[in-house]
């Protein structure tokens, strides 16, 4: 490979909540004594940067002032190009992007623009951490429409629940996550297709969270939402951000893509009202570095890396961890692992099973506060060497102790 996935980086001190905030918070516990942390938990990851990002920010640093700036052409054109030439997105143009200090403020922002506080609102369990929390705080109520397990392992949304949902509780808005986060499924144009054709017929506004569409593994495509029909395209709020691609979230910066204009006018409105949803320049250059040539080039690779983690990952499950199970994601670098079997046959709770594995530095994340009882959410963007790591340590620490 011409990009370096196989390094591993010692983030510690380098402002990395990933090491450095173990321990606090609803942060993993820090190892013991003799065992070092394989951070697996926050969603960030531990590649070095695409060059041309860091290339296009120092080229801007370069010149000594940081004044008061506009987002340029080039921006614009970035994203455009982008989204053609990732998922084949014609027709869309620089009116329709706005930008979004984060994908959860924009979440927010279109809410407010779609709904009165106490308004119920559809989400699909299980379900972001993010999108809980940041609808609770903004006095929102969440009605959860669980996803359920096809014959063959695979999540599915259940549309007969969906729509009594919408139907018993009035609901007109929906946060629809595409990839889904945190199973990982890549969902197939038909499912798009049929979930917003519910959404058509009950008068139900999406917002669909599409910061993971560039992580998705070989073999399958991501559909943006928009795309499915003209009625999908008019009802859908769009979000995206090169944070999770490029792990650039530190730097902060998101985007919004509406091309319903009344739509759009009110969204800008509510974004506007903190006077706080403004543009870095580093991170404006960092985008323009990212969506150039190179970083086409290196998510081609990053998505070979995480495929072949992944791989890895769901197949030592299935070897070695009897009564743990997993549905293989099809997009993201995220695992959602189920441990129900495994703690009922060792009179084990999922907190023995985190604090054993927290104990010798696998610091994986609890899966309830995704809606998941008894899982436990993995991050496997790491090189592969400390995946495999991590694993043998459950092996031999966690699920078959001795």
Not at 96 to 110: D, K, M, Q, R
């Amino acid at each position: 490979m011409k990009y370096d996935f196989t390094s591993i980086m010692d983030r510690h001190g380098k402002d990395a909540m990933a090491v450095d905030g173990l321990g606090k918070g609803f942060a993993p516990e820090p190892p013991e004594e003799g065992f070092d942390a394989i951070p697996m938990w926050v969603a960030d990851m531990n590649f070095p940067a695409c060059p041309s990002i860091t290339e296009s920010m120092v080229k801007r640093i370069e010149h000594p002032a940081f004044g008061y700036f506009e987002a340029t052409d080039e921006y614009y054109n970035s994203i455009i190009d982008w989204h053609g030439k990732r998922n084949g997105v014609t027709g869309l143009c620089r009116e329709h992007i706005g930008y979004e200090n984060g994908v959860l403020g924009g979440v927010v922002s279109a809410l407010n623009t779609l709904c009165s506080k106490g308004d119920n609102v559809l989400l699909h369990s299980p379900t972001y951490i993010g999108f809980t929390m940041s609808l609770e705080n903004n006095g929102y109520n969440i009605v959860h429409s669980p996803l359920v397990k096809d014959v063959n392992g695979i999540w599915r949304m259940d549309f007969d629940d969906m729509e009594e949902k919408i139907v018993k509780n009035r609901i007109h808005a929906a946060i629809f996550c595409n990839p889904h986060n945190p199973c990982g499924r890549v969902w197939e144009p038909w499912e798009i297709e049929k979930a917003m054709e519910i959404y058509r017929k009950h008068d139900v506004y999406v917002i669909s969270d599409e910061i993971w569409s560039d992580i998705i593994l070989e073999g399958h495509k991501h559909t943006p939402t928009q795309s499915v029909s003209e009625d999908a395209r008019q009802r859908t709020v769009a979000l995206y951000a090169p944070s999770k691609t490029f792990n650039l979230a530190g730097l902060v910066g998101s985007y919004h893509i509406v091309y319903n204009k009344w739509l759009r006018d009110r969204m800008v409105k509510e974004s506007s009202l903190c006077h706080y949803n403004e543009m870095n320049v580093l991170s404006m250059h960092a985008l323009i570095g990212a969506y150039r040539a190179e970083g086409h080039l290196w998510v081609d690779e990053l998505r070979q890396v995480i495929t072949e983690n992944v791989n890895f990952a769901c197949s030592y499950i299935d070897e070695h961890f009897e009564g743990v199970s997993v549905s293989k994601p099809e997009g993201t670098y995220m695992l959602f692992v189920d441990c129900t079997d495994w703690c009922a046959a060792h009179g084990k709770t999922i907190d023995d099973v985190e604090k054993a594995a927290w104990r010798v530095g696998v610091a994986v994340q609890d899966g309830r506060m995704f809606h998941g009882p008894c899982h436990l959410r993995f991050n496997l963007a790491l090189p592969l060497s400390r995946v495999k790591e991590a694993f043998e340590r459950l092996d031999k620490y966690v699920f078959n102790a001795e």
